[in-house]
């Protein structure tokens, strides 16, 4: 795991020592994410520069050193992320007459693209990635991402010069780098909580698409082309269900899972696994200690708020399996404490509040380990959201009704007080009427008007409902894959949201969380669960081997009930949440309320102020429960502070 960052000045008008100190400065931006060395290469020639960071995990030697050099000399490569199959890939070109110098993946994906070309060289790689590539002979830049977005990579045209890298920071320490607020990504982060690929906070910076292998020459003429397309993944799958049996199905992943784990255990330098507790992470952890000699060292978070807190079932998971275990509970006043660091690591406005924990458990794993394997993804491939059953449910009973009543239901609703809502509490029976009714049923009211599954489920996860009231003079571009159809016919509404949830949820929240938390405190975060193989193997499966009887993940659950008991693991799922809408209304009051009161907003000059004012207010009445959209709020003013020596923050606040 590493940090890659560099330039292309096609006027070449540098000299061979301004770009080695101009990429150098890049590269020490992005420090944390690789402690252990860094390097630059530079052609004067052409005005490219490339810059490296390395957390060295595989071959510790100087061989392993970036920028590396093809043995033939014609390719530089910089490289994040690890490969699981490197050894088969050695074996294979070693047979073709390959020669290496050490054993590192970076060595072996370097003389691969030289042998088979870049694009057929990721279709083989097994493994979380991103890199740039120089091709000397044909002075062409290459540059590619993972099969999911597991490691990020940004790119863009600015002021003339071609800039690329695993984070934006390392772009604002060149001198030529414009900052420019884009305030349609602007708009569409309130919408989701983080700003959606292929924005950035940044005009003319795109995050690099999932899967996407993109080539630039030296007229600046850009190309680029899938090397795997989950949308014909998931095609394959839906018209092609696997026809064996249960138990086959449950041994066939099981197997792969242990393969998938086994993999990532690999590693020159200590290594251990976060555990909730919960079906994903226990499998992971599971599956580690079944094929370990030692005790796996396992990591958790806990809360004092019993309703959030999921550390003493991982505690109990962790026994049984004979992990060495470390956990660590949460305060709210250390929550704040941490908060002030989180925007030196997110670069641009991100605001799932889980990130919180996901540095602190980071944090306490790294002075154990190096590595450190995660369950994330489970819920996507395996149907474990809470909202898949609820939507689903929902939206069959919309289908029912005719759009007339369903417009006469929303405005019927809404012409409620939301805090009438809650007093129906008062005259129901206890348990038929849920917490914050009125939070609730507006909800409802929007989704009575949704024309489609795609546009249901947009609102359904929608942070602000209309964003672009929110930002002044901003106009929200629809983004992908919200913004058109997919041309994929699903029979149910709940693999359209693992579909949907898969293309933007998962990689622009779940996995930026696990990248910036892990690489802040430089530990390297992996997640066996997104092998792209298991990713094939779920889209084949039939929808009753992920949800049946009102549960999700049953296979999953299978499998895991083969090395850990169920009454260990059968529980409501709870995520890994924090209670940020107690705590706003208690101990972060104050400090909430001074980032949101209207003279700080109407200084700013770029939010409504009547309306954040509106809904900050609402939730401290306790009628609406605005937790997510009010953090979001709060992320911005934390990350414009730290900010305040580039444009973003001139433009900004």
């Not at 929303?410 to 939301?418: H, T, Y």
Request: charged share 20%.
């Amino acid at each position: 795991m590493c940090g890659l960052t560099g330039f292309w000045n096609f006027k070449a008008s540098m000299s061979h020592e301004d770009l080695c100190q101009t990429v150098e400065s890049m590269a020490v931006a992005i420090s944390h994410r690789g402690p252990d060395s860094a390097g630059v290469w530079v052609d004067s020639n052409v005005g490219i520069a490339l810059g490296h960071r390395r957390l060295a995990i595989i071959d510790l030697s100087e061989a392993g050193h970036q920028p590396m050099i093809s043995r033939s000399g014609r390719s530089v490569i910089v490289y994040n992320g690890e490969i699981y199959n490197t050894a088969d890939l050695r074996t294979e070109l070693a047979a073709k007459g390959c020669e290496f110098r050490g054993h590192s993946d970076t060595e072996v994906i370097l003389e691969a693209c030289e042998l088979w070309g870049v694009k057929a060289t990721c279709q083989r790689l097994i493994g979380m990635f991103s890199f740039a590539l120089w091709d000397r002979a044909s002075k062409k830049l290459l540059l590619t991402r993972d099969r999911l977005g597991i490691k990020p990579l940004y790119w863009g045209f600015n002021q003339g010069t071609l800039f690329f890298g695993s984070q934006l920071k390392s772009f604002i320490s060149h001198p030529h780098f414009k900052s420019e607020l884009d305030t349609g990504a602007l708009t569409s982060y309130f919408r989701f909580n983080y700003v959606p690929t292929p924005y950035s906070i940044f005009k003319e910076i795109q995050k690099l698409p999932a899967a996407t292998l993109l080539t630039i020459d030296a007229n600046g003429q850009v190309s680029d082309t899938l090397f795997w397309d989950f949308k014909t993944v998931v095609q394959q799958g839906l018209s092609a269900r696997s026809v064996q049996s249960e138990s086959e199905l449950v041994e066939e992943l099981d197997v792969l899972l242990r393969d998938a784990v086994k993999r990532r255990m690999i590693a020159d330098v200590p290594l251990g696994a976060f555990l909730s507790g919960g079906i994903d992470s226990s499998t992971v952890v599971a599956l580690m200690q079944a094929q370990s000699s030692s005790p796996i060292k396992s990591f958790s978070i806990g809360f004092s708020e019993e309703a959030y807190n999921e550390a003493k079932y991982a505690a109990k998971v962790a026994e049984y399996l004979g992990t060495e275990h470390h956990e660590c509970y949460l305060s709210a006043l250390e929550a704040q404490a941490i908060i002030p660091e989180l925007s030196n690591w997110f670069d641009e406005p991100f605001a799932d509040v889980s990130q919180i924990p996901t540095f602190l458990v980071s944090k306490i794993a790294r002075q154990h380990v190096t590595v450190s394997l995660s369950g994330d993804g489970g819920d996507e491939l395996f149907a474990g959201y809470n909202r898949y059953l609820l939507g689903h449910r929902i939206w069959q009973k919309l289908t029912l009704l005719p759009m007339w009543l369903k417009k006469m239901g929303s405005g019927g609703i809404r012409k409620i007080d939301a805090k009438y809502w809650d007093k129906l509490n008062t005259f129901l029976p206890r348990g038929l009427c849920p917490p914050l009714m009125g939070d609730k049923a507006y909800k409802l009211a929007d989704l009575l008007m949704m024309p489609d599954r795609q546009a249901f489920y947009c609102s359904l996860v929608n942070i602000w409902d209309q964003p672009a009231n929110l930002v002044l003079g901003a106009e929200e571009t629809p983004p992908y894959p919200w913004r058109e159809p997919q041309g994929i016919h699903f029979e149910n509404a709940i693999e359209e949201m693992q579909f949907l949830d898969t293309l933007t949820y998962l990689a622009d929240d779940i996995l930026t969380k696990v990248d910036r938390a892990s690489m802040a405190v430089s530990l390297e975060g992996r997640v066996p669960l997104l092998d792209h193989r298991v990713v094939e193997f779920a889209w084949r499966l039939p929808l009753e081997m992920k949800v049946k009887n009102g549960i999700g993940k049953r296979i999953l659950r299978q499998v895991l009930n083969r090395y850990v008991p169920s009454p260990l693991i059968d529980r409501p799922k709870m995520g890994f949440g924090v209670p940020i809408d107690q705590w706003l209304r208690g101990p972060l009051r104050e400090w909430a309320e001074d980032l949101l009161s209207e003279n700080h907003l109407r200084q700013q000059g770029i939010l409504d102020p009547v309306i954040i004012r509106q809904r900050w207010l609402a939730h401290l009445s306790g009628q609406r429960n605005w937790q997510y959209s009010i953090w979001g709020r709060i992320d911005v003013s934390s990350l414009a502070g730290k900010l305040e020596k580039i444009t973003l923050v001139r433009e900004f606040v």
